[in-house]
């Protein structure tokens, strides 16, 4: 069970960073839209949980990159985690960047979902935090804790997508990695950041 909510950690960064929620203003109304990049990640992680750990990790990798990539911005979420110095970086430092942390991120989930054991619950509603929306899942193990994710939502032009993830409704995720993200861009900049990510990935690919 300890490996376990070591994984979970390594997914959700499970430290510190508690956002206040604002209040809903008169006459808001939740968009179902929302809702449905989360269905798509569900079930993204459902197949991979089914598939299993008898299954090699680049497979099931390649099963769930576009999953994620269809329901989280991860520009927007790379873009705040590393603050104003994103748009002073070179075009080809941010792509660098942005392919390393899709890789880490993508390895974060399959590794952190590796065997068929949890049940995945989703809240139908979405609760309105100004202009985001979030959208609640809680994930069930046959035994042990139970885990709830808020999955922060922002409308785009590709339409609405995951900007952040609230662990126990109150951890971000951004929030974790813009402390480390931060710390290793000011020590050795776009170069540092790519190879802590990359160093990450192949941990979890292991």
């Not at 993830?165 to 480390?180: F, N, Y």
């Amino acid at each position: 069970m300890t490996a376990r909510l070591l994984s979970r950690r390594s997914v959700f960064g499970m430290s510190a960073g508690i956002l206040a929620c604002a209040a809903v203003p008169p006459g808001a109304y939740a968009d179902s839209a929302a809702v449905v990049p989360i269905h798509q990640l569900i079930d993204g992680l459902v197949r991979v949980m089914k598939a299993g750990r008898a299954t090699p990790f680049s497979r099931r990798f390649d099963m769930l990159a576009p999953v994620i990539d269809q329901t989280f911005d991860l520009t927007t979420i790379l873009r705040a985690s590393v603050g104003a110095t994103w748009d002073k970086l070179p075009h080809d430092q941010q792509a660098t960047l942005l392919k390393a942390f899709r890789r880490y991120t993508v390895a974060s989930y399959v590794n952190g979902f590796d065997e068929d054991n949890e049940q995945i619950v989703l809240n139908p509603e979405p609760r309105i935090d100004g202009d985001e929306q979030i959208v609640r899942i809680r994930i069930i193990p046959d035994s042990g804790e139970e885990h709830k994710l808020d999955h922060v939502m922002q409308q785009g032009p590709a339409g609405w997508r995951v900007v952040d993830i609230l662990a126990d409704g109150a951890i971000s995720r951004v929030a974790v990695q813009r402390s480390d993200f931060r710390q290793l861009m000011k020590q050795g900049g776009a170069s540092a950041l790519a190879q802590s990510l990359e160093t990450k990935f192949a941990n979890l690919s292991n």
